[in-house]
């Protein structure tokens, strides 16, 4: 069995991204145990990178060893009792992930959906909490599989006068948009590296504020054999995953350090790598770096003579979603593009299989480089299926909003 070496893929699709090589030397530092006093250190001071990130005094601001998908979970399985009311506003593939896993922990889940390429408005949201009269609404910012953004800057103040909790699945945004969760009154977020944090996915990064703390709390469960004498768990029915207990991981981030699971050490390392590149670069930095990318990608894409698609209104700056030409094989364009470039771009989902391209410009990517290389390579494969175009003109156009800046 030979060794391990892959090819050095540019990953240009939806995520996971090119971790920064800062990262990666990150994960190569010696392993320690979890509760050496060092390895403590670090935990607090990944808890204090990420309110930086999230924006936010959160205390519980931690991480969720796991992809992304775990710190949704742990969200929903934390907050949701069997029962509960809970709205999903479906703009994608992920807001169906949502119901899914609601409904998995009993909750009464009312999914709400709009065509994809479109968001919701306020009012539309207002309208459904107010008929739906939810414990808590769980929400995309941004649905990598339509490209499409949520506003949500009015959606926390609409949850709180109707007394719900406010979800939000920060994946495909946390880094590359502005997401102030206090600002917003956001309740609780997630995220995952693998995307605008430029890192590996394995961990997830997770806040919670005073309110979904008093709701976790009080379905506290410690396990026999830690459990001290006369101990009594919370009044609340028991949260119904150990692994994804948050009530069981706070404790094990706070200073009790009440053991839980043995923290994944190296990617420990690398969430605390990615929030420092972050915060070093800053986020209003950081922010217009995805917003350029996104649009030199964009004036490219359509000086190939390509059509984007959805709303552009409300289009991710970090996902660019394109329609495939008529009469263009669009697996047939991608796998030239890996094989022959070394450049990886997705399909999509759904009704968008087949349909559109995706092209993600995140985290480390998120650069000159990688958006021209990529216009190039796609100029030569279309070229070669006789799509009529200007040769030349989509790195051109590029160029030149890069230059313009």
């Given at each position: 069995?030979?060794?391990?070496?892959?090819?050095?893929?540019?990953?240009?699709?939806?995520?996971?991204?090119?971790?920064?090589?800062?990262?990666?030397?990150?994960?190569?530092?010696?392993?320690?145990?979890?509760?050496?006093?060092?390895?403590?250190?670090?935990?607090?001071?990944?808890?204090?990178?990420?309110?930086?990130?999230?924006?936010?005094?959160?205390?519980?601001?931690?991480?969720?060893?796991?992809?992304?998908?775990?710190?949704?979970?742990?969200?929903?399985?934390?907050?949701?009792?069997?029962?509960?009311?809970?709205?999903?506003?479906?703009?994608?593939?992920?807001?169906?992930?949502?119901?899914?896993?609601?409904?998995?922990?009993?909750?009464?889940?009312?999914?709400?959906?709009?065509?994809?390429?479109?968001?919701?408005?306020?009012?539309?949201?207002?309208?459904?909490?107010?008929?739906?009269?939810?414990?808590?609404?769980?929400?995309?910012?941004g649905d990598t599989s339509t490209t499409m953004a949520q506003p949500?800057?009015?959606?926390?103040?609409?949850?709180?006068?109707?007394?719900?909790?406010?979800?939000?699945?920060?994946?495909?945004?946390?880094?590359?948009?502005?997401?102030?969760?206090?600002?917003w009154q956001l309740d609780v977020v997630s995220a995952g590296l693998q995307k605008c944090l430029g890192g590996p996915s394995g961990s997830a990064p997770l806040t919670l504020n005073d309110r979904a703390e008093k709701r976790i709390v009080r379905r506290r469960h410690t396990e026999e054999g830690l459990k001290k004498k006369g101990e009594k768990d919370g009044e609340g029915p028991i949260i119904r995953t150990n692994y994804f207990d948050l009530a069981m991981i706070m404790d094990y981030w706070s200073d009790k350090a009440l053991n839980h699971h043995t923290e994944a050490t190296s990617m420990l390392y690398a969430a605390r790598e990615c929030g420092r590149i972050l915060l070093g670069e800053g986020l209003d930095k950081a922010f217009a770096r995805h917003a350029l990318a996104s649009r030199a990608l964009s004036a490219g894409l359509k000086a190939m003579g390509l059509e984007l698609f959805g709303d552009q209104r409300h289009k991710m700056p970090n996902v660019t979603g394109v329609y495939i030409p008529q009469g263009i094989d669009g697996e047939k364009v991608r796998r030239a593009l890996l094989e022959d470039f070394n450049i990886e771009i997705g399909t999509s989902f759904g009704p968008l299989h087949g349909r559109i391209w995706r092209i993600g410009t995140m985290g480390y990517n998120a650069r000159a480089d990688a958006v021209l290389n990529t216009l190039g390579a796609l100029e030569a494969i279309l070229a070669g299926e006789r799509h009529r175009f200007s040769r030349?003109?989509?790195?051109?156009a590029a160029l030149a909003v890069y230059r313009k800046g």
């Open positions: 069995m030979a060794d391990i070496n892959p090819a050095p893929r540019l990953l240009m699709g939806p995520g996971p991204i090119n971790a920064d090589p800062r990262v990666l030397r990150a994960m190569s530092a010696q392993l320690l145990g979890q509760f050496d006093p060092q390895f403590r250190e670090y935990m607090k001071e990944v808890s204090e990178l990420y309110r930086g990130v999230f924006q936010t005094a959160n205390r519980w601001t931690l991480l969720i060893d796991g992809t992304a998908r775990s710190a949704i979970e742990a969200a929903l399985a934390s907050l949701i009792e069997p029962g509960d009311r809970v709205l999903v506003p479906v703009f994608g593939r992920f807001g169906h992930l949502k119901v899914e896993i609601a409904r998995r922990f009993g909750a009464e889940v009312f999914p709400l959906e709009t065509e994809w390429g479109t968001v919701f408005t306020d009012e539309t949201l207002e309208q459904e909490i107010r008929a739906k009269k939810p414990k808590i609404v769980a929400v995309s910012h949500l800057a009015e959606l926390g103040a609409l949850c709180r006068a109707h007394d719900a909790l406010l979800y939000v699945d920060a994946t495909a945004t946390l880094g590359g948009m502005d997401l102030p969760t206090d600002a030349g003109a989509a790195v051109d």
